[in-house]
């Protein structure tokens, strides 16, 4: 056991420390420390940057253009991404459909999308979810049914984060009623231009539209849009969770946070109650970084045997709970440290045009709408709840 | 020993209630929030007719010289619809403080304007860096001719927008060090407004005075002990409001999570969910405990004793409310799946406002560093 960086890999991290000091504006920095969401416009500029350096298809295979790194590498470039208040990839396109596409999509699937994913051209999103088709996924209804060389698909998915910008959606449909519930799911791709489509905004608690609804209305999509074999829909979505749920930990993201919780404790901005002498808050504080330190070699540990060549399995569940639950109690620690000044709502503060008189500590009135909006994380990706079950059922086998 | 209601808070009880049921839904509450004075005027003139404006004030100047308890019954009962009148900045907070240190004058001269409606106050007591200790306010008064007045800065004044009056706490312009009282008039001369939202629906605002004229309130310039009194009320105001926010909350996702169905079940048959709605359940049993041991407590009486056993009460509400709020908002977030963390159900907002009333007069890590620390040093 070992985690020192070799020769190579301390330069390879020089590289991506140079990377971000070159190509990353204070200006875009400026959100993480304020809890806020990239726009469009500056992620799409980000991903763009990564991919003239080569660095876009982080997980992906060498030969769609992806870096080939080792699980190390990854780490170190997760780490210093997390330091130098970077953009995340959006990882509808880069690290879900991608990988659904380049192991289950034919030749020509591949031609056709992975270039413009890769290259930031496209944007996706993820239409899984539906009204009443939450965690229990398969129990989804929007239907497409075949008509000579199309299929038309009815129904409605919801929860589409930032579907508002999306060129493209990759849907669970069901094609057929037939046999389980998950046996008549497919995989397919939808066009978001196509007549029929319909997105519509939903308003989170922190009064911005992060997430829609998504109608479609007998909307024609050509049968080459199906992925790999009509039925099979169910088995692909499990792998690409799996993905999502390793991505999920943000651990790198969280001690960034951590990181900036402590300059904060050490420098309190005027207005800010004293909380440094505060033990009750301070232990807080570090019961957090301790968990942290542990979730971050559990999260080693799992790099490590995706490195020896196993999938990830349904250990990696527990990255998922505790990352989620440690970026939660991080956005308390905001909260407090915010004090009164968690009460204004004046989110325009945060907009392009600004917001005058600016109410300072600058980062304070976020703190609250950014706690609000993240207890998502629990819920998405398969709720902690369901989490839980797959490790009680698949891990335990109770 | 009797936990029953006596007849008047029966009365606020069900008045307050039938309010909230009949006239105040979500949206109607919503549109109040983002109307232009952010809460209903006629709302404020039924407040005064219904003798809520009334409640703490003594009788002799038109109250119904209630306590802390009665004001327990009606926060509880408002609470449930996240109202947005200013009722806690006007009565509990500015209006409490000129009952308990105004000198007869100006209890003659003001109370009848609260108690009718027609007079709206707002309390810039702690500054934002102070939480809850008033030793460290900045705001300095001073003599100026025959007068006085004020210069300093005050942060995220609950209502200010709507007040006409301004109770401020400062240090004393007999530069003793003392903190006092003072009143202002909310557009005087030298007071510059930064008004905003707050994210539980309700307004606040930003406050600078510059040599602004005011007047001692009551005959002493030592306000701590009146200034103390008043943050404990309004600690049972805002955890008896959380209490019935809680309620509601436990009572919503209960009722959700057996109309809500996933793998063809009710999620309420999930036995993890029973037992996290079954926490939800006894925090809010706990905390109205809580609630009912300081509200008592904190209505008792002037005594040395007694005053510091309001006091210790007082913190360990805030606290106790504050762990309740966290587990009860959160879980009931949770449940809802989805639909917890969007803006267009109430419980989000039930959230919210529980979020920010710990934020207020303390939050439950500082109440209890506080204890803490006074325990260690015994
Ligand atoms: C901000 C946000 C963004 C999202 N983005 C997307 C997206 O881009 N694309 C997409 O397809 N989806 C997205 N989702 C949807 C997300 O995956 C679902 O919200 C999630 O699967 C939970 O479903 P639900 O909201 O219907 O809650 P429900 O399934 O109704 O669950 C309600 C509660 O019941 C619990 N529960 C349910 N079943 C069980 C069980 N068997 N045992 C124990 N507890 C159980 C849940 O854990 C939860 O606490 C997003 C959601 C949010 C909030």
Redesign the interface.
Known sequence: MNINFSEQELAFQQEVQTFFREKLPESVQAHIDNGLSFSAEVTVAYQKALYNKGWAGINWPVEHGGTGWTPTQKYIFQTESAKAKAPRQIPFGYSMVAPIIYTFGNEEQKQRFLPDILASNTWWCQGY?EP?A???LA?LKTRAVRDGDHYIVNGTK??TTLGHHADWIFCLVRTSDEGSKQKGISFLLIDMTSPGVSVKP????D?RRE?NEVAFQDVKVPVENLVGEEGRGWTYAKVLLTHERTNIAGVAVSKQRLSALYDLLNQPP??????KN????MS?VVQVEMELKALEFTDLRVLSSVSTGTAPGPESSILKIKGTEIQQALD?LY??I?????????PEQYDEAGYE?R?EPFFA?NA??H???N??V???GG???IQ?NIIAKQVLGL | MDFALNDIQQMLKDSAGKFIHNDYDFETRQKYSHSELGYSEDNWQLFAELGWLALPFAEEFGGLDGNATDLMVLMTELGKGLIVEPYLSTVVLAGNAIQRGGTAEQKEALIGGIVGGELKLAFAGLEAQSATDISSINTQASTAGSGLVLNGKKQVVLHAQSADKLVVAARSHNNNGNIALYLVDANAEGVAAHHYPTNDGARASDLTFTNVAAELLGDSDDAAAVIQAVLNDAIVAVSAEAVGVMDKMLAATVEYTKVRKQFDVPISTFQILQHNMVDMFMECEQARSMLYYAAITIGGGNSEEQVAEANKASQFLKWKVGQAARLVGQTAVQLHGGMGVTDELDVGHMFKRLTMINTLFGSMDIHLDNLVKQRQAA
Do not use: M, Q
């Open positions: 979810s009443n939450g965690s229990d129990g919801t929860w939903i308003i989170t608690l009064g997430v005027a207005g800010c109650p004293d909380l505060n033990s009750v808050f807080r308390e909260v407090e915010a004090g009164i000044y968690a009460l204004p709502f004046v008189p109410i009135p609250a709408p706690y609000y909006n207890r998502k629990t819920i998405y709720s902690n709840e839980k």
